[in-house]
């Protein structure tokens, strides 16, 4: 079992920054792909980017490449998302996932272990 709990989230003014964080409680972090979902209003849940393991390989939506960045510290169980250009339309719910698979997350978009989510908001 994988606990996640996000912080960081909040408001946001447009071309502004925000980032967030994901602690896991897991003795086996660093065998865990990591990833930032988000959902908007009436919006189905979107996968925004995703870590492997050795923080090697990175996969990005099309629209936050160049803006947003993974991250991952595996001595301290945390994974980031740092986000830098704000657009309105970042403006959503904020989940950290996390799967033993790669393929569950990338390509199925289901993830076993999810956290509770936070908010971003992004003003005009």
């Known amino acids: 079992q994988v606990q996640l709990a996000e912080s960081g989230g909040g408001l946001a003014q447009a071309g502004g920054s925000l980032g967030l964080s994901c602690a896991a409680s897991?003795?086996?972090?660093?065998?865990?792909?990591l990833a930032w979902f988000r959902q908007a209003p009436g919006r189905d849940r979107e996968l925004v980017a995703a870590?492997?393991?050795?923080?090697?390989?990175?996969d990005y939506a099309d629209s936050v490449k160049g803006r947003f960045t993974i991250s991952r510290d595996n001595a301290k169980n945390t994974v980031y998302l740092q986000m830098n250009s704000l657009v309105p339309e970042d403006t959503a719910v904020y989940y950290c996932?996390?799967?033993?698979?790669?393929?569950?997350?990338?390509?199925?978009?289901?993830?076993?272990?999810w956290g509770q989510g936070t908010q971003v908001t992004v003003a005009s």
């Open positions: 870590i492997s393991w050795s923080g090697g390989l990175l």
């Open positions: 897991t003795r086996t972090f660093s065998s865990y792909v």
């Open positions: 996932a996390a799967d033993q698979s790669r393929e569950t997350i990338v390509t199925q978009k289901r993830p076993r272990y």
